[in-house]
């Protein structure tokens, strides 16, 4: 048996590890250099197997779920991070984004959790998108499989990005991704999965007024032929729309693990961010088996990650018993 939830975090935290050292670093220069393992040193001087601020922050989510969903309880872990270095590989926070830490500093100072998040256009960088996955399997445990058609569950999306990232694009991002990623845990089937995970985010959006205009920011995903863009087409910015663009652009065009999350290292710029938007859902697909030996025993602190993994598998087991969900998705990956 093996267990989704590590297949997906696992796969979030070693595709950061693979980013870190390269971070910033333009397209050009890795075409020259490419990134084809785990490097040591690099832009923030780290050792092989760092992650990074997108990794602490899915752990704090993986952390707080155990004992359900309080959004006051999450800022709490986001603060003990950010101010205690918890939830780090070497007890301090690094890279952490601007909207993030604003959101986070709002919290200190007293304001409610939900209305910490920035609601500014520019507030619309990818650090809602790096740190959602671990809801969807709370969401999963608790609505079924269909939760991308329940108004309470897509709201919980919307509030958990607002933590940090109260703008509706920034929601919708959450959204589309947490609907791929639960295609994939139906069916490893990468094509299969974006196109009705797209379509059934777009349904939903399309639907309430609130969010329809800004879903036209993400008409690319539903045009035809999104797999086959070129290239020079798909921009890897911390952009919260070219963050999601690149990730599932990579997972679409690779057919392993490995492959998935070098192709998003190297696309450049946000490289450790838009590798772990990538590698969650490739972890998701391919599994942890697939994940490269060779990097999973560099990875820092990797019994802590898989121990929450495990704590969280098991709440969840549970919490689906309570709520007559078939569990079964959330333990064993799918054969076709
Ligand atoms: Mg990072």
Redesign the pocket.
């Known amino acids: 048996m093996e267990m989704r939830i590590k297949d997906a975090i696992v796969g979030l935290c070693v595709a950061?590890a693979l980013g870190v050292p390269v971070e910033f670093c333009s397209r050009e220069a890795l075409k020259e250099n490419p990134v084809v393992g785990m490097r040591a040193f690099g832009t923030y001087n780290q050792p092989a197997g760092t992650w990074?601020?997108?990794t602490s922050m899915t752990l704090c989510l993986v952390d707080s779920l155990l004992n359900g969903l309080n959004y006051s309880d999450i800022m709490d872990k986001f603060l003990k991070w950010l101010r205690e270095g918890a939830y780090t590989p070497y007890g301090e926070a690094f890279?952490i984004g601007r909207t993030t830490r604003a959101a986070i500093t709002r919290y200190a100072g007293g304001t409610p959790p939900l209305a910490c998040g920035g609601t500014a256009e520019h507030d619309n960088g990818n650090g809602s998108l790096m740190r959602i996955l671990p809801l969807l399997f709370y969401l999963h445990a608790v609505y079924g499989p269909d939760f991308i058609c329940n108004e309470e569950a897509m709201g919980i999306i919307h509030n958990v990005s607002a933590l940090t990232h109260a703008h509706k694009r920034s929601q919708i991002a959450c959204g589309i991704y947490l609907s791929i990623a639960e295609e994939l845990l139906q069916k490893s089937n990468p094509v299969g999965a974006f196109t009705e995970g797209t379509d059934r985010a777009f349904a939903y959006y399309r639907k309430h007024d609130e969010f329809a205009a800004e879903l036209t920011y993400y008409d690319r995903l539903v045009q035809k032929d999104f797999a086959n863009l070129p290239e020079k087409e798909i921009k890897s910015s911390g952009y919260v729309v070219h963050s999601l663009e690149a990730a599932l652009w990579c997972l679409l065009n690779t057919n392993s693990y490995r492959d998935c999350v070098l192709l998003a290292v190297n696309l450049g710029d946000d490289t450790?961010?838009v590798a772990a938007i990538a590698g969650g859902l490739a972890g998701l697909n391919y599994g942890y088996g697939c994940i490269p030996g060779e990097w999973l025993h560099v990875i820092a602190k990797r019994d802590y990650i898989e121990h929450l993994c495990r704590q969280y598998e098991e709440t969840l087991k549970k919490l689906a018993m309570e709520n007559s969900v078939p569990a079964s998705r959330l333990s064993e990956r799918a054969t076709d």
Do not use: A, K, L, V
């Open positions: 950061d990074s601020d997108d890279d450790d961010t």
